[in-house]
């Protein structure tokens, strides 16, 4: 009756964000703190609360928030923006092929719905002063960001996720995830390049109107930009340190944030806003469900049933990588990795699947998120911005024909990798 009841409300849950009529926060919490009322799990308890909520996830977002809001009030992120604008020097090839490099970077060290809220502005203006119509390079943004964050353990809600679940440090996430991601991008910007910059005519009065943007007063405070940047160099290279310091991601995070706010003088109340609380209840709601299936033994069958796949580790990477992907594509990377990393904790322990299948389910995620408007957090939120910003609606096949070719070519890509660098036959 138990298992009956934990699934039903895991399908009525997942129904209703791939709707999206509901917020996902307020779906997942819910549906989260249902399954704690219904008392069908006798662990869940407030006095063990930590063992269903991974509050080294929780810890983390929070931390980074926090740091990545007090620089931002700097004016670092627009001063990189507009600097990007200013050496491209009128080269629109160099421009939006900077934009992208530019974007995946950042994207590597901030949240993508930062990276996305930082940049369109800017892009914006671009599209505004050439008469460009900004859709393409507002999913260009997105792509670019969800390729990006990837790379590291910080870098994509689902490898944050995939960090705490598989103990793997932040170096380990760069030297197996980065060399993948780079060929992915120089692929991306080569095709963004032919596909739409190179049909592009505009005016040279209209360029150097870009050109001539003032960098003089964005930066708000010389000093503040000081400390911010000394604070979240700091956190980095705590990051890359963490295995050596013996601290888990999230102390480090959260130390950073209160240095950050100790030296910049901004309080709670002040950051409570920059906090991104609907990924939080997000986060924490589906934690719950996770659990409830876990616990219930849904995940052990399904990992059972995986298993099979496993006469070699190549058909079982390649099953995980496009199951995660398309599944991910259309209800949320986040949700998909929950419910994926007890059963790859099963089939690592259980089935004696080799460790490599953390860096197949972060690939498959993080770049099957890229393929609908629902996949990731950055698709909704620079749909959204685009939404508002030309006043029209953003049809889901025009982010979709965009974003399916590029898309796919990655999991290509990331596939081949996978049975280069880790397939054994």
């Not at 911010?228 to 050596?244: M, R």
């Not at 770049?367 to 950055?378: E, N, P, V």
Request: proline letters at 2%; charged letters at 15%; glycine letters at 8%.
């Amino acid at each position: 009756m138990e298992r009956l009841f934990v699934i039903v409300v895991f399908l009525i849950t997942y129904y209703l964000i791939i709707r999206g009529k509901l917020k996902r926060s307020i779906v997942a919490f819910s549906a989260g703190m249902l399954i704690v009322m219904a008392r069908v799990i006798e662990d869940f308890k407030t006095s063990n609360v930590g063992t269903y909520v991974d509050f080294n996830t929780i810890g983390l977002l929070i931390g980074m928030m926090i740091v990545v809001a007090i620089l931002r009030g700097t004016g670092f992120f627009e001063y990189v923006a507009i600097g990007v604008v200013k050496l491209s020097r009128g080269n629109l090839r160099l421009l939006f092929g900077s934009f992208i490099a530019v974007t995946a970077l950042f994207s590597a060290f901030l949240d993508n719905v930062t990276t996305i809220l930082l940049f369109s502005p800017i892009l914006f203006l671009i599209s505004d002063s050439l008469d460009l119509n900004p859709s393409p390079l507002i999913f260009s943004l997105v792509l670019a960001a969800n390729f990006g964050g990837t790379a590291t353990m910080i870098g994509d809600p689902p490898n944050i996720l995939i960090g705490s679940a598989s103990g793997e440090g932040f170096l380990s996430f760069i030297y197996q995830l980065a060399p993948i991601v780079i060929v992915v991008l120089l692929f991306y910007g080569i095709f963004f390049n032919k596909k739409y910059i190179s049909n592009i005519e505009v005016q040279k009065s209209k360029l150097k109107h870009l050109m001539n943007l003032d960098m003089s007063k964005i930066i708000t405070s010389k000093k503040e930009l000081v400390k911010s940047i000394s604070v979240f160099l700091a956190v980095i290279i705590a990051f890359i340190l963490h295995e050596q310091l013996d601290y888990e991601a999230a102390t480090i995070a959260l130390t950073g944030a209160a240095a950050a706010m100790l030296l910049s003088g901004r309080d709670f109340s002040e950051l409570a806003g920059d906090i991104e609380w609907d990924t939080i209840f997000f986060f924490i709601g589906l934690f719950m469900l996770s659990y409830g299936l876990k616990a219930v033994g849904i995940t052990d069958l399904v990992s059972n049933v995986i298993a099979r796949a496993y006469t070699n580790e190549i058909l079982l990477y390649t099953l995980v990588l496009w199951l995660t992907a398309i599944v991910g594509g259309f209800i949320g990377a986040v949700p998909v990795v929950t419910v994926m990393i007890p059963i790859i904790k099963t089939l690592i322990a259980v089935h004696g699947v080799p460790a490599d299948i953390w860096w197949v389910l972060s690939i498959g995620a993080c770049f099957g998120g890229s393929a609908t408007m629902t996949g990731a957090a950055a698709n909704m939120v620079g749909t959204a911005l685009l939404e508002r910003h030309t006043r029209k609606a953003t049809g889901f096949r025009e982010y979709l024909r965009f974003a399916f070719f590029p898309t796919v070519m990655s999991l290509i890509m990331g596939n081949i990798y996978i049975i280069v660098r880790y397939g054994r036959w």
